[in-house]
């Protein structure tokens, strides 16, 4: 299961610009991979809607895809240190959908 969580947060570095790609995973080797969680609501096929959030000491990734009979997917990484605590995911709700 750690080696799925690790290939799972990969996946969301992978995009990142290569330097903020080595930082976040500078950060979470030195944080400890011990100190990262998975959770997960839904079903667990791909016919109705789900969500996960893999949640470190210092970031949160959240998978969602509830909407139009889960065929709509939002995902966002979020930083503690830098979002200032707002909810991007509910603003998005609010103004896109």
Do not use: C
């Not at 939002?74 to 979002?83: A, L, N, S």
Request: charged share 30%; hydrophobic share 35%; glycine share 8%.
């Amino acid at each position: 299961q750690k080696n799925n969580l690790k290939m799972l947060v990969q996946e969301y570095i992978s995009i990142l610009p290569e330097e903020l790609a080595m930082a976040r995973n500078k950060e979470i080797e030195e944080g400890g991979w011990d100190k990262i969680y998975f959770a997960w609501a839904g079903v667990t096929d791909r016919s109705a809607g789900h969500y996960y959030r893999v949640q470190g000491p210092r970031f949160l990734i959240e998978f969602d895809n509830t909407q139009n009979n889960a065929n709509h997917i939002h995902t966002v990484w979020r930083d503690f240190d830098g979002d200032f605590g707002r909810d991007l995911l509910r603003e998005h709700y609010k103004s896109a959908h």
